[in-house]
């Protein structure tokens, strides 16, 4: 029969590899839309926050300046409270530019992820005089996009949070990857705090949350520990299961 000769099965062969190819094209053209539908939402969302609320910050901190420095009747505390709010208000103005700069240039799009938390933590840590030290230990490795951007938000966090609140004057960032896995460690020497309490009263702030739920989207463990007056330890454990799932 014609289905049994040998150029109907080189056909068949070949209308089947024109396929695939045809198909592959088809989704890398349809991945290539979805990636920069998402890079213009990222733009036009940097853009929104930069003519919106960091402009509204830069103006209010301004205000609490010009207070600070012009109302002579002020009794020292006051002062000092209005230049404690000028502070807090800068603060949250670096926060909102860092977020910019992650919104318009992702940096794992540029870098591998030792290095990007290295630039991310440089660019939290200028300016001030704690001092920075980052360690890789093992040979790195390439995981997926969603493991690498949670470490990188993981280990910003942890940086930001060190460097606002725990009054440390050196923290240390390691990478470690080996036949198991990726584990990324931050460690400050601040002054510590209560980890239950802290996670139980967010008051608005939830960067331990947002750190945990990173870490359990990735199949990821997360542990901190801190003690008052000796520090803060923060500990992801990746296993190299979760990468491959």
């Known amino acids: 029969m014609f289905y049994q000769t040998r150029w109907f099965y080189l056909i068949g062969v070949l209308s089947f590899a024109l396929a695939a190819v045809a198909a592959w094209q088809v989704r890398e053209r349809l991945i290539r839309r979805q990636f920069s539908a998402v890079l213009a939402e990222r733009t036009r969302l940097s853009r929104e926050i930069h003519d919106t609320l ?36 800068e603060g949250y103005i670096r926060d909102a530019r ?36 980052a360690t890789t230990v093992g040979t790195p490795r390439q995981y997926s996009a969603n493991i690498e951007n949670a470490l990188l938000r993981i280990g910003q966090e942890a940086v930001t949070n060190a460097m606002r609140h725990s009054n440390a004057s050196h923290i240390r960032v390691e990478f ?40 359990e989207d990735i199949e990821a463990r997360l542990s901190i520990v801190s003690l008052k007056g000796r520090g803060t330890d923060v500990e992801v454990v990746v296993p190299l299961s979760a990468d491959e799932a």
């Open 54 to 89: 960091l402009q509204n910050m830069i103006g209010v901190a301004l205000q609490f300046n010009a207070l600070a420095e012009s109302v002579g009747a002020l009794s020292a505390d006051a002062r000092n409270r209005l230049i404690r709010a000028r502070k807090q208000a």
């Open 98 to 133: 860092q977020s910019i700069w992650d919104l318009r240039s992702p940096s794992l799009e540029r870098r591998e992820l030792t290095t990007a938390l290295r630039e991310v933590a440089a660019r939290t840590l200028q300016d001030t005089t704690v001092q920075f030290e």
């Open 176 to 215: 470690q990857f080996d036949d198991e896995g990726v584990v990324l460690r931050i460690h400050d020497d601040g002054c510590g705090f209560d980890v239950p309490d802290t996670i139980a009263a967010t008051n608005g702030h939830f960067g331990l949350i947002s750190m945990q739920e990173r870490a």
